[in-house]
């Protein structure tokens, strides 16, 4: 099962074309503010500059709709592919009901759960959901502490996102059913999870979660 939980890779010359693609797009976006805020600024640009700046956005805006326009349906499925993918429930027959995948915390936590009891250093879940420790939880909210845990039932839970955050920590972004006195979104670190696949497909048979996978796993 671990095949479906890697994103498809671009050929190289295709990543290339895109890369063009995008720092075109940016650097078009970027000259249109600088335009923007030299005419709040009420600047008056000589004849010449005016028009290098036309030939540079018109250069840049070709770049920017001729590269997507000329993509074939099979680049923009190798695109979609390596961007995104969605797996669907799966079924629970002949699957154990319950499940326990050990953590690996850092050096940090290690220190904090030395004398905590075994259920805190896994995930474990089964039939009604997943528990998940305090400690595991990104931006985990007051009250409730690194050694403490939270149960997140199946029914409740509406969306699964298993993302790469390019500015923090790798993270399931999980939505549930808004709660009184609990958030309906809880963001759990992934890299710490040691068998990341075996928790998702758990989710998957017992929970009946649909995972939307935006960067590989495994």
């Known amino acids: 099962m671990e095949a479906e939980y890697a994103l498809g890779t671009l050929p190289r010359a295709l990543r290339v074309r895109l890369a063009l693609v995008s720092t075109a797009g940016g ?47 099979h680049e923009r499925h190798l695109v979609r592919e390596s961007r995104r993918r969605v797996l669907g429930p799966l079924d629970a027959a002949g699957r154990s009901p319950e499940l326990r995948v050990a953590l690996r915390p850092g050096p940090i936590n290690r220190r904090r759960l030395r004398q905590a009891p075994p259920e805190l250093v896994c995930l474990t879940a089964d039939a009604q959901g997943l528990r998940v420790p305090g400690w595991l939880l990104e931006g985990r909210p007051r009250g409730l502490g690194p050694t403490d845990s939270v149960l997140l039932p199946w029914h409740a839970v509406r969306r699964w996102r298993v993302r790469a955050d390019s500015e923090g920590p790798d993270l399931w972004v999980v939505d549930c059913v808004r709660v009184p006195g609990a958030p309906a979104r809880w963001r759990v670190r992934r890299p710490e999870i040691t068998d990341e696949v075996a928790v998702l497909d758990f989710a998957r048979a017992f929970g009946q979660v649909t995972v939307e996978l935006e960067t590989s796993v495994g």
């Open 27 to 73: 650097l078009l976006v970027l000259l249109l503010a600088a335009v923007g805020t030299a005419l709040a600024m009420r600047l008056r640009p000589g004849g010449s500059l005016a028009a290098t700046v036309l030939v540079v956005a018109a250069a840049l805006a070709a770049v920017a709709i001729v590269g997507r326009q000329t993509l074939t349906p």
